[in-house]
């Protein structure tokens, strides 16, 4: 320890960001001298809405060693392979957001990029016809992979009155 060494952390709001702060920076200052203190209102209730995730949060959780099964289970999320935007852009048009890639990409040029020029010389399928993430979204269909298989992009949607145990639990 030095005179620079940081000895207080104060993170004003707690809810989601709040939580996973602490649980990151007790984490990675876990010195012995450096004190986390997370102050959270008792007044200011959840919202009522839930909270969603993107892939990140997994890479996240495991920088934490918090564990991909006690996480769902302590949160009662699922997997998600996207995001839906409903009316996106008009009344009735929906957009589908995969996690995951879309087709092959081709000697360094992107999937999408190739899918693009060949669409303004014919009539295309909707790009999401090349992922697997939009494709298996569309039929209601998932299965986690095993281990052996190659990581696949998904995320957690989170019930808002359970979303910050975890994350809690680990910063305490």
Known sequence: MNEHTIRDVVIV?????????????????????TRITLIESEEIGTIGVGEATIPPIITFNRMLGINENDFLRAT??????????????????????????HGEDLHGVYFHQLYLRERKRRVMQ???????????????????????????????????????????????
């Open 13 to 33: 709001g707690g809810g989601t960001a709040g939580w996973m702060a602490a649980a990151a920076l007790s984490r990675f200052m876990n010195n012995g001298v």
């Open 76 to 101: 009662q999320g699922t997997y998600k392979l996207g995001i839906e935007f409903v009316n996106w852009g008009g009344i009735g048009e929906r957009y589908f957001h995969p996690f995951g890639s």
């Open 126 to 172: 909707d790009i999401s016809s090349w992922s697997m993430s939009a494709m298996a979204a569309s039929m209601g269909r998932f299965a986690r992979p095993n281990a052996d298989a190659p990581p696949q992009n998904t995320a957690a949607p989170l019930p808002h009155w359970k979303k910050a145990i975890p994350p809690r639990r680990q910063a305490q």
